[in-house]
T-cell receptor, first 117, second 111 residues
Framework: DSGVTQTPKHLITATGQRVTLRCSPR?????VYWYQQSLDQGLQFLIQ???????AKGNILERFSAQQFPDLHSELNLSSLELGDSALYFC????????????????FGPGTRLTVL | GQQVMQIPQYQHVQEGEDFTTYCNSS?????IQWYKQRPGGHPVFLIQ???SGEVKKQKRLTFQFGEAKKNSSLHITATQTTDVGTYFC???????????WGAGTKLIIKP
């Protein structure tokens, strides 16, 4: 158990809909990362938040947005869903103590499996 | 753009055989991290290498970071069924320090 929690575990929805995925980081971790993993593929970095502020953006679509709240939990909002958005969405957290975060170990949650029909 | 390539994509081995996955970056990396993802699970951090030419061992796993800090390898000696999973390498991007991930090598143990 990494200490990172994600809800829900599974989500089935229809094209065009909007969903919200939730993540609670490990106690004390200030950084939250979101990743997308399509079937049998690698991890695509979407976005990072540090202590409530966006720190870095990766290949995140305009239809997707995220935020980190004062209690450090984070939400990833996916809208106008398409079939191709079906994937595993992982949240990870790290202490964020290194200036660049590049040496921080990331602790992953169990993921949310999104299926768009 | 900056890339991290990992080969092979899959490797089938008999239990007891050795396994190696290779990671190559298009640019010099300040560090490289290795993660393991079990089937149906999430990535779990294994190790981080920082120094040029560094070699680290964890029981049957040996990790190497190349002299030029552009490549790395993970070698597992005498694989066991518990080693099954996908092994990912990841290194920080120059532009925003975010980790860029290799595509992973899936280790499959043949019965």
């Amino acid at each position: 158990d990494s200490g990172v929690t994600q809800t829900p575990k599974h989500l089935i929805t229809a094209t065009g809909q909007r969903v919200t995925l939730r993540c609670s980081p490990r106690s004390g971790d200030l950084s939250v990362y979101w990743y997308q993993q399509s079937l049998d593929q690698g991890l695509q970095f979407l976005i990072q938040y540090y202590n409530g502020e966006e720190r870095a953006k990766g290949n995140i679509l305009e239809r997707f947005s995220a935020q980190q709240f004062p209690d450090l939990h984070s939400e990833l909002n996916l809208s106008s869903l398409e079939l191709g958005d079906s994937a595993l969405y992982f949240c990870a957290s790290s202490s964020g103590t290194s200036v660049t975060s590049s040496t921080d170990t990331q602790y992953f949650g169990p993921g949310t499996r999104l299926t768009v029909l | 753009g900056q890339q991290v390539m990992q080969i092979p994509q899959y490797q089938h081995v008999q239990e007891g055989e050795d396994f190696t996955t290779y990671c190559n970056s298009s640019t010099t990396l300040s560090n490289i991290q290795w993660y393991k993802q079990r089937p149906g699970g999430h990535p779990v951090f294994l190790i981080q290498l920082v120094k040029s030419g560094e070699v680290k061992k964890q029981k049957r796993l040996t990790f190497q970071f190349g002299e030029a800090k552009k490549n790395s390898s993970l070698h597992i000696t005498a694989t066991q069924t518990t080693d099954v999973g996908t092994y990912f390498c990841a290194g920080p991007m120059d532009s925003n320090y975010q980790l860029i991930w290799g595509a992973g090598t899936k280790l499959i143990i043949k019965p």
